[in-house]
């Protein structure tokens, strides 16, 4: 378990807040959001994770769509609305008979040579095949149509969980305080730059599918652990930065072996954003 909590913990403290803050401040918020997750969808932004699995199941939705316009591109008729004219003939309790996509019954030419003379015939014909050919296709278009809807609603629901930061926030405090101390009135603000600077939306969207492919213990204990470490590198670096009367002083490094906690001191190098955060509110309060 501490094996994957350190992996988890290098992969989302892998920053470049500084890029992202001057983002913030010189473009408009359609242009960020069109910057950051179409150009600068890299894990530096904490965005990398969503933005390809979004892409994944976008091109599932692709691949649905793409079926059922190419069987009405190679069957005509307007195949994409076959099954609503079955739902619509079996509410009216029509007589299943004739299909216009798949005739059962057609006009058949054909000859009959006789001693001397050629004979033209025109006559009706059971084409069998097609008995078996609408009942296929039929099943393949109600099954292509639940494949889109349900990838359709898969995406959205995603979408707001990965995306809403009141939803990110909510899913992570109710994992917060089982296995440590965790007061959600006094350490709101700190549990949400927990969520939206430190976890941010790649790691939101990896304890969500750890949530999904094991048990909330695990998850829990995941979550738990990561908000320790995000707890002591913040009063770590705050008590540094308030010992440090000069502010061009080298970086140093400190290491808490009891949480096995790597991190600078630097205020511009740290991987915190929320040191940054505790930093302002204590030059504030002087």
Excluded at 93 to 104: A, I, L, S, V
Aim: glycine share 2%; proline share 2%; with cysteine.
């Amino acid at each position: 378990m501490s094996y994957l909590i350190i992996n988890i913990e290098r992969y989302i403290s892998a920053r470049a807040h500084l890029i992202r803050h001057r983002i913030d401040k010189q473009y408009s918020w359609a242009r960020r959001f069109f910057h950051l997750f179409f150009f600068c969808s890299n894990r530096h932004y904490g965005n990398y994770l969503v933005i390809v699995y979004f892409l994944v199941k976008l091109l599932w939705l692709v691949n649905a769509l793409a079926q059922l316009f190419l069987l009405n591109t190679i069957l005509g008729n307007d195949y994409y609305l076959f099954g609503f004219e079955v739902i619509e003939k079996l509410f009216k309790n029509q007589r299943w008979t004739e299909n216009r996509h798949f005739p059962k019954v057609t006009y058949c030419d054909f000859k009959i040579r006789e001693i001397g003379v050629n004979h033209f015939y025109t006559v009706q014909c059971v084409l069998r095949i097609n008995l078996f050919n609408e009942v296929i296709f039929i099943i393949q278009w109600f099954w292509l149509i639940s494949i889109s809807a349900a990838t359709i609603y898969d995406f959205l629901l995603w979408l707001y969980n990965c995306t809403v930061s009141r939803e990110k926030v909510r899913f992570i405090k109710r994992h917060l305080g089982i296995m440590s101390p965790f007061n959600p009135k006094e350490e709101r603000q700190e549990a949400r730059d927990f969520v939206l600077h430190y976890l941010k939306d790649d790691g939101v969207l990896l304890t969500r599918l750890l949530s999904l492919n094991s048990s909330d213990l695990v998850v829990t204990e995941i979550i738990n652990q990561l908000w320790i470490r995000y707890k002591t590198v913040n009063q770590l670096y705050s008590t540094v930065n308030t010992q440090r009367p000069n502010p061009n002083i080298p970086n140093t490094e400190i290491i808490n072996n009891e949480n096995n906690v790597n991190t600078s001191t630097l205020g511009t190098d740290i991987n915190y954003e929320n040191a940054n955060t505790n930093n302002h509110r204590q030059r504030s309060s002087h």
